[in-house]
């Protein structure tokens, strides 16, 4: 089974603080991606990265940014939090492939982030 | 007007009941995925299909490309299955890419 793991299920810190959520794959994906949770506003995409080292920003990048250092790990960086980003944060890998139709995303748990 | 949109927003039901829960989209699709949310907010991949039907236990997810329609039905309803459950579309863009297009989901409440 693929396993999305998120290093926190809560974290609460303050604003202006450098906030760094871990997120790591144990299936050797290609894709990772990070969307933020909000109540009636669904899932929405922050970044995505498609290969080590690369990143294409999604719906909602900013105040966000990202590392893919290595494959198996997609971090995501909020430089100087503020209480808009107080939210519920998942993290998701899926593998590439000529023919994506029957590759799903496999989520993490999430991370509930509150930023005081 | 979102690009997915599911119905109803929420259902309460009796143990036992079936239940269907619809999502309809207006963009071109490669793929359709049904998900499940549990509180606490792990999702689990329920079904990705792109034409017919697929059946998981008591689950069954059918899809219509050319209404672009699909629903996700849950026989013989349990408590267990409380839960959100999100339908989302790999889009195709202007650009031939995809990306996922979520819909803001279905809060299901199973009563005994």
């Known amino acids: 089974d693929v396993k999305v793991t998120q290093s926190s299920r809560y974290l609460v810190k303050r604003t202006g603080e450098k906030v760094f959520l871990e997120c790591v794959q144990d299936m050797d994906h290609e894709n990772m991606f990070w969307y933020r949770q909000d109540p009636g506003l669904g899932l929405r995409l922050i970044y995505f990265s498609y290969d080590v080292k690369m990143k294409e920003k999604g719906d909602i990048p900013e105040g966000y940014s990202v590392s893919r250092e290595k494959k198996e790990r997609f971090s995501l960086i909020l430089e100087s939090a503020s209480t808009n980003q107080t939210s519920m944060y998942l993290c998701?890998?899926?593998?590439?492939?000529?023919?994506?139709?029957?590759?799903?995303?496999?989520f993490g748990d999430g991370t509930r982030l509150s930023i005081l | 007007k979102n690009e997915v949109e599911q119905s109803p927003q929420n259902l309460t039901a009796q143990e036992g009941e079936f239940i269907t829960i619809n999502c309809s989209y207006s963009?071109?699709?490669?793929?359709l995925h049904w998900l499940q949310q549990h509180p606490g907010g792990g999702i689990v991949s329920l079904f990705m299909l792109s034409s017919g039907k697929k059946k998981h236990g008591r689950l069954i997810a059918t899809i219509n490309i050319q209404e672009k329609h699909s629903s996700l039905h849950i026989t013989a309803s349990h408590p267990r299955d409380s839960a959100v459950y999100i339908c989302?579309?790999?889009?195709?863009?202007?650009?031939?890419?995809?990306?996922?297009?979520f819909g803001k989901g279905t809060k299901l409440t199973v009563n005994p």
């Open positions: 989302a579309v790999k889009a195709i863009t202007q650009g031939g890419s995809e990306k996922l297009v």
């Open positions: 963009v071109g699709i490669s793929a």
């Open positions: 998701a890998s899926s593998e590439s492939v000529v023919d994506s139709r029957h590759q799903p995303q496999h």
